[in-house]
């Protein structure tokens, strides 16, 4: 299916489906934000879990933050923020719109929206960083800044965190949450948008172990989004060039996903030397020193970040599942989701609106909700019709009562993808999911 194409039909489907909406939509939009949807919500949730999951549960080595958005505006400073995060952007003299310089550069200095020629000045540089104000008085001095990412929360508390958990390097601190970025050239649906949603983990290594530990770690996240089904085809990994190199990093990989519109990053794994915590330690005046309790040697530790944007993930999915096939003559739409990701594991219906079966049917709908399963009840429409809006919400499988349930409590199981029909009893059908879900 053609790029634009696929983009067009994914807006529309996960509309159309509760996965996103446009923020503020009956205001006519809020530019490049979106809302996530009762079905959205879910699979976001389930990526994020995925990622906590393989990031901190199932480790001893990395441990969990959740660190304020607003932090010290000395934090932006530290950090390089302040200075460095900016775009340069030229200003079109007629109507005043304004674009980053390499886009009105492509455009040969023709202003995009109005049509003037050689429409820019020279470009000025601009900030990405949101700011605000902390107070009543709205002044220089009280100027905040949302966080254009979750990492320095993790290196302002790198020490907090290492003697509350008693760590030693070599170890991790991950962290998902918002992050804002006043973005000039936003786009591509959730793909780059003015607010959204990072998964970060910083791993603080001895300085001479870094290029070993950047490998490692470069490794195991691709070997991760492999396994959440992504095909292989779809991923692979570009090197940042000198010129591309963010000012903190010595070495950068970006994993990057065939999107409709071209290769482009989703996750970064970053080589950042010892700047952050050096730079944290010469402006906040407090040592950011680690003490090696075997050799009591001091060192400030290298970080090698992973970092990955939770929405482009769920974007990267979304393209990656959808699928538009022929079933006994008729068109489905289906998305293809690991079970482990689907935001329904179950769809639950009666065959037919009598008999007993809705009854039935609803019995064994509870039953998998309390087993924390979520479910979604149907009775509405032909069973085909049922069918096609669980493959269109990424429902691995659908249970119908039927008559033969009365005669000796099984229900039939349709997959989503293999399209096969199988019998389980009724009361197994909590186990049999989780079984399914590795649970
Ligand atoms: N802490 C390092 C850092 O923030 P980055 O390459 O600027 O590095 C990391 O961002 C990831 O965050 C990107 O790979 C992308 O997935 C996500 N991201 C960055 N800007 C974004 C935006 N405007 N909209 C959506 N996701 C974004």
């Known amino acids: 299916m053609a790029g634009p194409d696929l983009m067009d039909k994914l807006v529309s489907l996960t509309k159309r489906r509760g996965f996103i909406f446009q923020s503020s939509e009956i205001y006519g939009g809020t530019g490049s934000v979106w809302d996530y949807g009762p079905l959205g919500v879910e699979l976001k949730r389930n990526i994020k879990d995925i990622w906590w999951s393989a990031m901190v549960h199932q480790r001893d080595d990395i441990e969990g933050l959740d660190a304020a958005i607003l932090m010290h505006p000395r934090t932006w400073e530290a950090s390089g923020h302040v200075e460095g995060f900016t775009d340069p952007l030229v200003e079109c003299s007629s109507c005043h719109r304004r674009f980053r310089a390499d886009l009105a550069e492509v455009a040969g200095g023709q202003c995009p929206t109005c049509g003037t020629r050689n429409a820019f000045g020279e470009p000025r540089m601009f900030n990405l960083m949101f700011r605000t104000f902390m107070g009543p008085v709205e002044d220089a001095a009280s100027t905040i800044y949302l966080r254009p990412e979750t990492a320095q929360g993790e290196y302002v508390n790198f020490l907090n965190v290492q003697t509350a958990a008693r760590q030693k390097v070599p170890f991790g601190i991950a962290q998902i949450g918002k992050a ?5 050239t936003p786009g591509n649906f959730i793909f780059r948008t003015r607010e959204f949603e990072q998964a970060e983990m910083q791993f603080f290594v001895k300085p001479g172990t870094d290029e070993e530990w950047f490998e490692r770690w470069k490794a195991e996240r691709m070997a991760w989004h492999e396994s959440l089904g992504i095909r292989k085809e779809n991923l692979r990994f570009h090197e940042h060039t000198k010129d591309e190199l963010a000012h903190y990093a010595k070495k950068a990989f970006d994993i990057e996903y065939q999107f409709p519109f071209g290769w482009k990053e989703f996750e970064g794994i970053h080589n950042r030397t010892d700047f952050d915590l050096r730079r944290h330690q010469e402006y906040s005046g407090k040592r950011l020193e680690y003490i090696d309790p075997g050799t009591n040697e001091r060192f400030i530790p290298f970080v090698i970040e992973t970092s990955m944007g939770v929405d482009r993930l769920l974007l990267v999915l979304l393209a990656d599942s ?9 068109e489905r739409v289906v998305l293809a989701l690991a079970p482990r990701l689907a935001p329904i594991k179950a769809a639950v219906f009666p065959l037919v609106k009598k008999d007993g079966l809705p009854e039935i049917a609803a019995k ?8 924390a399963l979520p479910s979604f009840y149907d009775e ?4 085909g019709r049922r069918y096609r809006r669980q493959d269109e919400a990424g429902t691995p499988w659908c249970l119908t009562v039927d008559g033969q349930t ?7 199981v349709r997959d989503r993808d293999s399209l096969e029909q199988t019998r389980i009893p009724a009361d197994r059908a909590a186990d049999w999911i989780r079984e399914r879900l590795g649970r």
């Open 180 to 184: 804002f970025r006043n973005e000039i």
């Open 322 to 330: 959808y699928r538009e096939e022929q079933v006994e003559g008729e």
């Open 364 to 371: 064994l709908h509870e039953g998998l909700r309390r087993a």
């Open 380 to 383: 509405a429409g032909s069973i």
């Open 406 to 412: 009365n005669e000796d409590g099984t229900v039939t």
